[in-house]
């Protein structure tokens, strides 16, 4: 479903807001047109295909990244997929109950747990992945292979800056202190 407003009406909006507030402004419309462009697609994939085969956006990046890399300690898949813990705890259950993921034991640290595509899994994702992708060509339907891949290329710069300096930045922008945990966003009842 297209948004009621434009991205250019949103771009200048934000310029008549902006006025002389003095701000980067080609680096800033590159950092929100990267939360438009994953809104976008996230949105257009879970309405289409991951509906189609009953998945979240998040239960598939987590059967991908367990595909792709094969069995891996829940920590890891949790990093890798970009979620909690405790989130990835509720998704495996799900995927399990669907038989599509298996939850066993680290063999040598009984702390662990080890996540792996079932063989029904495995068949699942060679079945889906071929759809998605397809989505993933409409969704990008509007650039060439090579501007694909200089968008792909420019990308993986910015995930680069932020995984290589991220840290230090978010040091130095706290003065040396250790971030504060993140809320839920309810203020607690004074």
């Not at 949103?10 to 047109?33: F, S, T, W, Y």
């Amino acid at each position: 479903m297209p948004s009621q407003r434009s991205i250019s009406e949103a771009e200048k909006l934000a310029e008549a807001k902006l006025g002389g507030i003095p701000v980067r402004r080609e680096q800033m419309a590159a950092v929100a047109n990267i939360y438009r462009a994953a809104s976008a697609v996230r949105q257009h994939l879970e309405n289409s295909v991951l509906r189609s085969a009953d998945l979240t956006w998040t239960a598939f990046v987590v059967l991908w990244v367990v595909w792709v890399w094969g069995e891996s300690e829940t920590r890891h898949v949790a990093e890798e997929s970009g979620v909690s813990k405790g989130t990835l705890t509720g998704v495996v259950r799900t995927l399990e109950s669907r038989g599509l993921l298996r939850r066993t034991g680290h063999p040598t640290d009984g702390r662990l747990v080890l996540l792996a595509l079932t063989p029904q899994g495995e068949e699942f994702m060679r079945r889906v992945f071929p759809a998605f992708n397809e989505e993933e060509a409409f969704v990008t339907g509007r650039l060439s292979d090579q501007e694909c891949r200089d968008l792909a290329d420019g990308l993986r710069r910015v995930v680069l800056q932020v995984e290589e300096e991220g840290e230090d930045r978010r040091t130095a922008l706290l003065n040396g202190e250790k971030p504060t945990p993140r809320r839920s966003g309810r203020r607690a009842k004074g």
